[in-house]
């Protein structure tokens, strides 16, 4: 392993994670400095509901596929989205084993599922930037932000695609590419839109604890899927 | 070049950082623009290809403010992140046509967003900011001064309240031939204090008396407040929490000065939410009673035996309509259904449903925005699907603003279905027991005079249509009709033929009618007869009520209704009705 690689894999990643806690806990910051509001009034809604039931009905909503109609009714995007997170997931766990397990990479079973979860991600990636440039709505809402995070985690899946079976015996440019990519991911997720998952857990716990506490959350009774 | 910011701009900037709630932050700076919530927007529905109809689109213009001025990469990158200031007025306005005219807050894409984003609550923020710089919808502006001046978002008098309520106590008593069923006003320490949509008084004086007999057959310790007894709350439209707070305490505070136990709310999604779910925030105020809304109310004396209903009583076929703030916000839609099914035969379930209906497109305040009535109708196409693919002849809804929004659509769409609301339903299969009887009865006979015998009214219009509908009504009711179809005409046949009253329309050509009404007022000869107005434009209501002569003796928005019509007139002519038996 050359000097570079190594410097990719430990040194730069470390700095670019430092610098992302950083930054996340500063974001933190800001968002818990603005007040939650308080709730003066009596739950409403019967026993079955309640803000903390509201709360974990909420936040475990997005693995229950059947519990929004925006999901039930959409169906391939609901699993395009999972796939695509977990490639996130895969890509990112990645940039821990190459530098702190390596070994783990030995077993063909974990380089094929690693493979096969990314290589996904990466077509689904794929797809997501075919739809934000063909759908007029997703253009209307778009930003350069939304456009350039996208293309970069699609490009990224690419490079993790081949950097899995962590092979430095054919070059290590696609390693080298992907460590770069992953640390300056890294650094860039808290300014853009990647960062919502940073928010993920607050949005869902305001709005699940607000319908809880009015008797909606969680939800016991769903539509049949009829629309007049 | 800095560019400069007019005064309005800079102070809806400025009092957006105080209205920022750690809430609304988190929703502002979540949305990954997936567009999972758009199809849940009846606007995008029933407008096809039309982006700007997208619920992230629409949050969008408020949160290119909040990223320009108070997100990190928005502040040092805004073109990164689509962030933008706002300078002009102008560009007010247009933020104005969005939250007000193109959302009605009905939070369906809230629960459509796998993120959580919450834009109905940050929309009421926008609207409640531009508000607070006189940037609103005429109507919002006339209704929001009617519920801080005069109690009630109707402009409802005290007096005509309590005439109302005079004249149907009166009625029930006669109807039931026992004086306990009057309705009772101030009553101390009673166990339910009932407060109502001032609505009812003005268009629906038959919910209340529904109300009022079935607390007379379940033999209720209720009462109803002289004051603070309007439970709506315009502010949850308006994005004015200091109004809303306000409204939600006057009630508040009337129920304790009247030591009563447990408030009752009527039918209507707003104001249950506004009351029961939203007041106290806004007021800062912690109650010594219980509220409930009176669904809840009616399904408990069936459980608990103390009212008995028949449902062969109603066999038409009935269908539900979840009002937003009832189901969304509030999570009342399990007990409407099962009262229903215990007073109707025959229920058909309306898809989708409970938390997932879709909006009567009158709600967050659009009946009274009269600037965005073709957009809401068009929008209307979604619901009119919904209720047609029923099949049912009925719809009932426990909102008084889904009654007024669906009787639109209704009547728009050609779909031939009346609305109800759950009291009605529930005061027609009511049984009352004969030994509940009191006070045998003395029979008025059958009166064949009209109740407007002897009567003259002049009726003021341009439009020859409303003339004949009005003129026929009136007729039918035996008073004799002179009519005039020009404000200066209008002046003339009143000299001419002294009626006892003047129906008057304001928006006419030539000389209009606040120019007719102050001339009347200011022509001895005039000046005592009683005028209505009755205009299709209530957002000109404050144009006749803000000149200095005194205000007309009713006041009603077109379209009007046979039944609204004859209770205006008689009211203002102070005729009882004579009851037939
Ligand atoms: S579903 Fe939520 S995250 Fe997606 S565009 Fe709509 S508001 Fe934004
Ligand atoms: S709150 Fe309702 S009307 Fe407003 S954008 Fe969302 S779905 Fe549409």
């Known amino acids: 392993m050359s000097h570079l690689l190594h410097f990719v894999e430990h040194t730069l990643q470390e700095v670019a994670l430092l610098i992302m806690a950083i930054v996340y806990t500063g974001r933190l910051i800001w968002l818990m400095h603005y007040k939650a509001g308080k709730e003066r009034q009596a739950d409403t809604g019967n026993g079955n509901t309640s803000p903390g039931k509201g709360i974990i009905y909420s936040w475990f909503n997005v693995a229950m596929p059947w519990a929004m109609e925006s999901s039930r009714r959409k169906i391939f995007l609901y699993f395009q989205f999972v796939i695509f997170h977990l490639g996130v997931v895969a890509a990112i766990g990645l940039s821990f084993v190459i530098p702190y397990g390596p070994h783990l990479l030995n077993s063909e079973t974990l380089v094929l599922l690693l493979q096969v979860v990314i290589g996904l991600a990466f077509l689904v990636g794929l797809y997501r930037i075919i739809r934000r440039v063909s759908n007029s709505y997703m253009r209307a809402i778009s930003s350069p932000d939304d456009y350039f995070s996208l293309v970069l985690l699609t490009v ?14 054919k070059g290590e440019t696609i390693l080298l590419i992907y460590f770069f990519m992953t640390a300056f991911f890294l650094i860039y997720v808290p300014f853009s839109k990647i960062s919502h998952y940073l928010y993920y857990p607050f949005t869902r716990y305001y709005l699940g604890k607000t319908l809880g506490k009015r008797g909606v959350y969680p939800v016991k009774h769903y539509p049949r899927e009829v629309r007049g | 070049m800095k560019a400069t910011r007019s005064y309005k701009a800079q102070k809806v900037l400025d009092r957006m950082g105080n209205k920022l709630n750690r809430q609304m932050v988190a929703s502002l700076a979540a ?14 529905l029933a407008n096809p290809g039309d982006p700007t109809y997208a619920p992230a689109y629409k949050a969008d213009k408020i949160r290119k403010l909040f990223k320009r001025h108070f997100d990190w990469t928005g502040r040092v990158i805004p073109w990164w992140v689509n962030a933008k200031s706002v300078y002009t007025d102008e560009e007010l306005e247009e933020l104005k046509d969005t939250v007000f005219g193109k959302c009605t807050n009905c939070r369906r894409c809230s629960i459509n967003c796998p993120m959580g984003v919450d834009y109905a609550t940050f929309n009421r923020m926008a609207r409640g900011l531009l508000v607070s710089v006189g940037i609103m919808p005429e109507g919002v502006a006339v209704v ?26 009166e009625e029930l008593v006669d109807e039931l031939g026992d004086p306990r069923a009057a309705i009772p006003i101030d009553k101390k320490d009673a166990d339910i204090v009932y407060s109502i949509n001032p609505r009812e008084v003005k268009y629906d004086p038959r919910t209340i008396s529904d109300a009022a007999r079935i607390f007379y057959a379940a033999g209720a310790n209720w009462t109803m407040p002289s004051e603070g007894w309007d439970m709506t709350n315009f502010g949850l439209f308006s994005g004015d929490d200091d109004l809303g707070g306000a409204v939600a305490r006057r009630l508040y505070e009337k129920v304790e000065e ?15 939410r506004s009351t029961r779910c939203e007041g106290q925030n806004w007021a800062g105020y912690d109650l010594g009673f219980e509220m409930e809304s009176s669904v809840i109310t009616m399904l408990r004396y069936i459980h608990e035996g103390a009212i008995k209903v028949d449902k062969s009583r109603n066999t038409e076929p009935v269908t539900f309509h979840d009002s937003c703030n009832n189901a969304r916000s509030c999570g009342l839609f399990e007990e409407p259904r099962e009262l229903l099914n215990l007073v109707i035969e025959d229920f058909r379930e309306m898809y989708p449903n409970r938390a997932e209906n879709f909006c009567c497109t009158g709600g967050g305040g659009a009946m009274s925005m009269a600037e965005y009535t073709p957009l809401r109708l068009k929008s209307a196409k979604i619901k009119a699907d919904q209720l047609a693919s029923t099949g049912a002849s009925y719809v009932a809804t426990s909102c008084h603003n889904c009654v007024d929004g669906l009787s639109d659509l209704i009547k728009h769409y050609k779909l031939g279905m009346k609305v109800t609301q759950l009291v009605n339903l529930v005061a ?35 439009e020859p249509d409303f003339v004949s509908f009005a003129s026929a009504i009136l007729e039918d009711h035996g008073a004799s009709v002179v009519t005039a179809f020009d404000g200066n005409e209008a002046l003339e046949v009143a000299r001419r033929e002294s009626p006892d009253l003047i129906t008057l329309d304001i928006t006419m050509p030539g000389k209009d009618g606040k120019e007719v009404f102050e001339a009347m007022r200011r022509d001895p000869a005039l000046e005592s007869i009683p005028v209505c107005i009755i205009t299709g434009q209530p957002e000109l209501r404050k144009l ?11 006041y009603v928005d077109k379209p009007i209704s046979e039944e609204t019509l004859m209770r205006n007139v008689r009211k203002i002519l102070e005729i009882k009705q004579k009851v037939k038996k």
């Open chain 2, 428 to 462: 027609e299969a009511l049984v009352i027991p004969e030994k509940e009887v009191l006070v045998p009865v003395e029979k008025v006979p059958a009166v064949s005079a009209g109740p407007l015998d002897g009567y003259k009214i002049l009726v003021v219009d341009d």
């Open chain 2, 31 to 44: 949305c990954v623009h997936c567009g999972m919530c758009t199809d849940a927007c009846h606007y995008v």
């Open chain 2, 258 to 272: 009247l030591r009563g136990r447990k408030l009752v709310i009527s039918e209507c999604g707003h104001g249950y």
């Open chain 2, 144 to 169: 929001s001064k009617d519920q801080w001046e005069i109690g009630n978002q109707m402009g409802v008098l005290k007096e005509d309240y309590l005439d109302t309520l005079e004249w149907l106590s």
């Open chain 1, 156 to 169: 990224w899946f690419f490079f993790a695609f081949w950097a899995v079976p962590n092979n430095t015996a």
């Open chain 2, 544 to 554: 006749i009520y803000d000149r200095s002569v005194p205000p007309p003796n009713g």
